[in-house]
């Protein structure tokens, strides 16, 4: 219930603190649960069995060519993203941008994008996302062929709208105990 503190509670596997409940929290990030995601790296999602109604927000650690996700855009929502720590390179809309320390993307709805970890060593990236309806996060998604992207390993070989194909030759996310690994 929004108003009120939620509880926070141990992640199963690994662990890690997630809310239980709808309502205000405090959690640090090195005591919140993370994800292993493999070519996705690591990230902390802040968030429990019930994901947050109208922002998403993660940190992720990228190894150089470790990337967020799939080059993607989302008709109806914006994203933001602040490179916290290391090198990134952008691509968006056909086209590489280096990113670095305090660099930030904003993302207006439409715009075909991913971050790529680059450089010598990890990169701290923190990403912001508005959600619909509530009605799912992945909505609208749409993931087209990029040969940009691709030279990175992020583009899809076939258009879709449907993140389980989009990433279907990907293994699952492994929750993983706090490593460290924030500058």
Known sequence: MAGREARLGQARGAGGLIPEERGWFVVNAAEARW???????????????????????NISVLQPGQSLGRYHFEPGHEEDFLVLDGECILVVEEEERRLGRWDFFHCPPGVPHMIVGSGDGPATVLSVGARGSGKGM????????????????????????????????????????????LP
């Open 35 to 57: 994800k292993d995601t493999g070519p996705f790296g690591l990230y902390c999602p802040f968030e429990g069995k019930l994901p947050f109604l109208q922002l998403g927000i």
């Open 138 to 181: 992945s909505r609208g998604v749409v993931y087209p062929v990029s040969e940009v992207a691709a030279r990175h390993g992020v583009s899809v070989e076939r258009e879709t709208n449907n993140p389980v194909e989009a990433y279907a030759d990907l293994p699952g996310h492994k929750s993983v105990a706090y490593g460290g690994w």
